[in-house]
């Protein structure tokens, strides 16, 4: 098993959410709990994942989050982490239910999208729907259209009727969309998270979308 050393010691960053701790490879299955491993454990060479074997290889020694890969500086764009789901509220036949995202990459930025069937996100099988596009915003609108089709729809703020692209220049808009607020200038008050939670009353098509932003 190869271990990851702290930031400095062979380039790998600490862990995007928490910025506090090291990452560690996860051991899947059952162990044989000896003196050898309590060690190992104590010292935070490695976590245990648990019996079943998940997709995520790699996890904060702090605040257990857990990577498919390891962490990049780049990979983190306000509360998005590359690699790490995020749960989101959907309308699946009009019905409420719970979903999961993950920011896959971002040249192109790449979205994976699974229901949640059971109650419990199992992130091991493979996304129901991966969408593409030139900026996160495109990439939703994309996943949006393609849920359209299962009949879901996604209660986030990128899916208002009235979200955009950020219309606002800034080193760290890339997870935010602007709403349109006609007479006025783009600002950061007009402003949301992409993927934070939104009124099913709110919500839009993205054809709806490109009709207000052109002013049609």
């Not at 098993?1 to 928490?18: T, W």
């Not at 091991?124 to 089709?149: E, K, N, V």
């Not at 008050?189 to 052109?214: M, N, Y």
Request: aromatic share 8%.
């Amino acid at each position: 098993m190869n271990y990851v050393e702290d930031r400095g010691e062979d380039g790998h960053p600490l862990c995007s959410r928490c910025d506090a701790s090291r990452m560690v490879p996860i051991m899947y299955g059952y162990p044989t709990f000896n003196e050898e491993l309590e060690q190992a454990l104590q010292a935070g060479l490695f976590v245990l994942g648990g019996c079943t074997l998940r997709p995520e290889r790699w996890a904060c020694l702090t605040c257990r989050t857990r990577y498919r890969e390891l962490p990049e500086p780049c990979w983190r764009w306000g509360e998005i982490i590359q690699g790490v789901p995020m749960e989101i509220g959907i309308l699946r036949d009009g019905e409420p239910a719970r979903a999961a995202v993950t920011v896959r990459r971002h040249k192109p930025w790449t979205l994976a999208f699974q229901i949640d069937e059971i109650g419990v996100l199992d992130y091991f099988d493979q996304p129901q729907i991966i969408a593409q596009g030139d900026d996160l915003f495109g990439a939703l609108q994309q996943l949006c259209r393609a849920a359209a089709r299962l009949k879901v729809r996604l209660l986030v703020n990128g899916a208002r009727r009235d979200a955009y692209r950020c219309q606002v220049d800034g080193p760290d808009t890339e997870h935010l969309v602007s709403f349109r607020q006609p007479g006025r200038p783009a600002s950061l008050a007009d402003t949301g998270a992409i993927f934070d939670p939104a009124d099913a009353s709110l919500i839009g098509t993205p054809d709806e979308q490109d009709r207000i932003h052109a002013g049609r």
